[in-house]
């Protein structure tokens, strides 16, 4: 179980010396306790200790780093069950299957959707993130020849390995042996085959209790059991699956793994959950997607990957790994919308995320360009900044003073959003010599709105 801050305080030095950052051993602890600060901030605690504490304070789902480089993704290191209670860490990856039964001008197209699927969004750039590449000839060659394909195609998309054949693994993951791949297939009948792969090309270790690969699993007892099996051969980084693929078990083994980690602190189960959510109707396949998203899968395995199905899966994603004490936010300052010239309009609006993409866009599609300016309102939209204080007569007139957009344009006319109509007369009283226009309530009005201004 975790330890308290008055439990790890009592094995720290006690020499309140400052080092950590903190002014007493005490405040260092309890900070420790509530994983704020990092047990390597302390220089002067043992080696023997540090570790005791490291893993007393480390988080109930295993960090674990899935491929190299730029696309590299970060999995694991959940600490809550709900969302409200603090926040999801870690975004899950999705993967696109790829069977090594496909031809090659196939595998080359399905290469070409995952390295084309990235799309912006609220100022993110949101992708399919790996490719699995499954053994469904069952031959090693075939396998093989898939993965030297995807090595030279895709070089820095992280991979995963499917096959329940070692012989096959160890062929296939050669090519991605520098890269920090996942090999999953790891049964109680070839453990040690698998293990030992594993270790010897530095792979992430995929397992599933069931002796029947890719079949219904043997429950979350006998799980349990194989990975401190599997832990004893020397594997430290493990993805695990219980084995279900109906949406009803996949909902309750995700839940109780992440329960037995989160509440339990339960070591066998503190891991990344994979899912394969693989239907042959795409938008059943969609909703399968859902749960894992929602409920705690780190990994989500889809057979296609239709540009209306990606938009859905990331929007989700991106939603429910939002930190939601913290709004979503951009930076305040003057934005160009197109190339604005000296005598094109001047907007304004919140620095809420949603808001200002919603807003620029439309912007952008009325083809005028314009200047917009995006206020800190501590990522609040519109009205509920107004609501708080924060989008104020005073604060837009401060604002607008010290941005220096005065020396970017001729004219002193400043267009505010329709919903605070109401702070027109207010703004004009602060800001001497500039004329407010009221401009649309909704974001979707700005492009009719500056074709009738330009006309």
């Known amino acids: ?11 720290l030095p006690k020499t309140n010396c400052k080092k950590c950052g903190y002014p007493t051993c005490l405040a260092f602890a309890m900070k420790l306790a509530q994983g704020q600060v990092s047990i390597d901030s302390c220089p002067d605690i ?9 893993e007393a304070s480390a988080p109930p789902v295993k960090p674990i780093i899935f491929g190299v ?21 870690n975004p899950c990856v999705f993967a696109l299957e790829i069977k090594d039964t496909l031809s090659e001008a196939d595998i080359n197209s399905k290469i070409e959707e995952v390295i084309n699927s990235e799309i912006e969004r609220v100022g993110q750039r949101l992708r399919i993130d790996a490719i699995a590449l499954t053994n469904d000839s069952n031959n090693v060659s075939k396998l093989n020849a898939a993965a030297k394909l995807i090595a030279t195609k895709a070089p820095d998309v992280p991979i995963i390995i499917c096959t329940g054949n070692p012989e096959a693994a160890e062929i296939a993951v050669k090519q991605f042996a520098d890269k920090k791949p996942i090999l999953y297939g790891a049964n109680p009948e070839n453990a040690e085959s698998m293990a030992s792969i594993a270790k010897n ?21 006998e799980l349990s059991a194989f990975i401190e099996r599997i832990k004893s051969l020397g594997i430290v980084d493990i993805v695990i699956d219980s084995g279900a693929r109906k949406a009803k078990d996949i909902l309750r083994d995700n839940t109780l793994i992440r329960r037995a980690a989160v509440k339990k602190n339960f070591k066998p189960l503190g891991y990344p959950i994979i899912t394969f959510a693989q239907r042959g109707d795409s938008l059943i396949e969609s909703i399968i997607a859902t ?34 004490q913290v709004p979503m936010q951009v930076e305040q300052k003057i934005y160009k919308i197109g190339e604005p010239k000296p005598d094109s309009p001047l907007f304004i609006t919140t620095n809420f995320s949603l808001t200002y993409f919603i807003v620029s866009g439309e912007i952008e599609n009325s083809k005028v360009p314009s200047y917009l300016a ?27 003073k010290e941005s220096g957009i005065e020396n970017n344009i001729k004219h002193r006319e400043l267009i505010i959003p329709g919903y605070v109509a109401i702070l027109s007369g207010a703004i004009e009283d602060k800001l001497e010599g500039w004329k407010i226009t009221v401009g649309p309530r909704e974001a979707n009005g700005i492009p009719a709105f500056l074709r009738s201004k330009t006309t």
């Open 1 to 11: 179980m975790a330890l308290t801050g008055v439990e790890i305080f009592k094995l």
């Open 46 to 54: 043992p080696e023997d200790i540090k570790q005791k504490l490291a």
């Open 69 to 89: 480089g730029d696309k590299a993704v970060k999995m694991g290191e959940e600490t809550v069950l709900f969302r409200h209670d603090k926040r999801f860490v």
């Open 201 to 221: 090309y530095k792979a992430i270790l995929g397992v599933v209790a069931s002796s029947a690969f890719g079949g219904s699993g043997g429950g979350l007892d």
């Open 291 to 324: 749960i894992g998203v929602a409920k705690y899968s780190s990994i989500i395995v889809l057979s296609s990957i239709e540009k209306w199905k990606n938009l859905a899966l990331f929007t989700l994603r991106q939603n429910i790994y939002t930190d939601p």
């Open 374 to 400: 995006v206020m800190d309102c501590e990522g609040l939209s519109v009205l509920t900044a107004w609501a708080a204080g924060k989008f104020t007569a005073a604060k837009i007139a401060q604002f607008i």
